[in-house]
């Protein structure tokens, strides 16, 4: 059974950084042909869920869309099954809920892994909060 667990949210000042961690059971993050997409999305009361970045398992590919270019990054540990979501220079606008969601969709086109509709696993979202 997938699942799929955020740690990391939290409080922090405009300007800080924050980790986010997604831990996932029930399938393996090492690289094999049999990989998952696992992807990070934000999402505001009133608002779509919002794709920030993705990963494959598979090769390691990874998206960035919207505000996360430049400023977020994705890693994976395959050791501890864990997809990681480093976020610097927070904006009061990346206030938000965060979830991390897995799809076995291994080959749509890039831009596609942002669309929530396209995940089959979330986790139960972790809260942002960030402080002018």
């Known amino acids: 059974q997938v699942r799929l667990v955020e740690f990391g949210g939290g409080l922090v000042q405009a300007g800080g950084s924050l980790r986010l961690s997604c831990v996932a059971s029930?399938?393996?993050?090492?690289?094999?042909?049999?990989?998952?997409?696992i992807g990070w999305f934000r999402q505001v009361p009133g608002k779509e869920r919002e794709g920030i970045s993705a990963?494959?398992?598979?090769?390691?590919?990874?998206w960035y869309w919207n505000s996360a270019k430049g400023r977020f990054t994705i890693s994976r540990d395959s050791a501890k099954n864990t997809v990681y979501l480093e976020m610097n220079s927070l904006k009061p606008e990346d206030t938000a809920d965060y979830y991390c969601?897995?799809?076995?969709?291994?080959?749509?086109?890039?831009?596609?892994?942002?669309?929530?509709?396209?995940?089959?696993?979330w986790g139960q979202g972790t809260q942002v909060t960030v402080s002018s």
């Open positions: 969601a897995a799809t076995h969709k291994l080959f749509l086109d890039d831009d596609n892994y942002a669309y929530a509709r396209e995940y089959e696993y």
């Open positions: 029930g399938f393996t993050l090492e690289a094999n042909e049999l990989g998952y997409v």
């Open positions: 990963i494959s398992s598979r090769d390691g590919s990874s």
